[in-house]
């Protein structure tokens, strides 16, 4: 699952324009990496919201921000593992 995710996930921000050639699970989605602003990671979470029914919170997309593609991830797997049971993993 978290593959499917991980690859969701670029696949978007290619489409948003990002270009995600250099990724890897360490870069930062924050300013220190990719550099998602506030209205990026938004469309993002909202895309993540649409294809997997997660929801995000206002203070989600603060603690975004700072985590890099690996914990992005790993909490979206968290998430989707707390709302569809034993199937997410």
């Keep these: 699952m978290k593959d ?6 670029l696949d978007t921000l290619r489409e948003m324009n990002y270009d995600v050639s250099e990724v890897t699970g360490d ?5 220190a990496g990719l550099d998602l602003e506030s209205l990026a ?3 993002l979470a909202v895309q ?3 294809k997997y029914q997660i929801k995000f919170g206002d203070d989600d997309m603060e603690s975004l921000a700072l985590m890099n593609l690996d914990e992005f991830v790993d909490a979206l797997a968290e998430r989707l593992s707390t709302t569809s ?3 997410a993993s």
């Excluded at 499917?4 to 996930?9: I, N, W």
């Excluded at 870069?27 to 300013?31: E, I, K, Q, S």
């Design 4 to 9: 499917q995710l991980r690859e969701f996930v």
């Design 41 to 43: 990671l938004a469309d």
């Design 85 to 87: 049971g034993a199937d």
């Design 48 to 50: 993540i919201e649409d």
């Design 27 to 31: 870069t930062d989605l924050g300013p």
